[in-house]
Structure formats: C-alpha cells, structure tokens
C-alpha cells in the first residue's frame, strides 16, 4: 500500500463523513460493508460446499474456516479467497454428510 493511500486511510478512521445533511461514521460504514461481504462469502462457500459434495459424496473433512479456504481453493471450487477465512467456522459432522458454517 502507498504512503498516500495509508495516510489518507489514516485520517479517515474514526471520521465523520457528511453527504446531503446525512453524518456517517467511517467506522460504521465499513462495518457495515464487512458484514455484507462476509454473509455474501458464506452463501458462495455454501454453494462450493454444495459442489464439492456432488463430486465426492461428502463434505470436506476439514475443521475451521481456514481450512476449509484452503481445500476449496486447492481443489478447485473456489478461485478468490475471501478477505479474511479466520470469520467462517466450519466442521463437517455425520462422516461428512452435513456440516455447519457461520460466521464467528
């Protein structure tokens, strides 16, 4: 990352932002957008899941969200990491015919 991107980044945590008579916080703004972003690579895991078990008749036999990244994306069903793996928790139960996944 640049010095001027870092600095810019620097000045706007913790900032007010008004637009039209509305004041967001910066902080609530990228919150906001993290949690969007996450529930969308929960439902894209889910579906790589979904892929996954058609071709192997189970579910990945991995705990953890890190490990589950990374065997998707060894394997194929996933090409773009998310951001950050360590927000999904995933285990596969029932010898691999079910499996939990959320977000931590």
Not at 8 to 14: N, P, V
Not at 25 to 50: C, P, R, Y
Request: hydrophobic letters at 40%; aromatic letters at 6%; charged letters at 15%.
């Amino acid at each position: 990352m640049n010095t001027l991107l870092q600095t810019t980044l620097a000045l706007l945590i913790g900032s007010v932002i008004t637009v039209n008579g509305i004041t967001a916080h910066v902080d609530d703004i990228t919150a906001s957008a993290k949690s969007a972003v996450n529930g969308a690579n929960v439902h894209q895991m889910a579906t790589a899941l979904e892929l996954y078990y058609s071709d192997h008749n189970s579910y990945p036999a991995v705990s953890g969200g890190e490990e589950l990244v990374n065997t998707l994306e060894h394997d194929g069903y996933i090409m773009n990491r998310p951001l950050d793996a360590s927000v999904f928790a995933y285990s596969a139960k029932d010898n691999g015919q079910n499996y939990s996944l959320k977000l931590n």
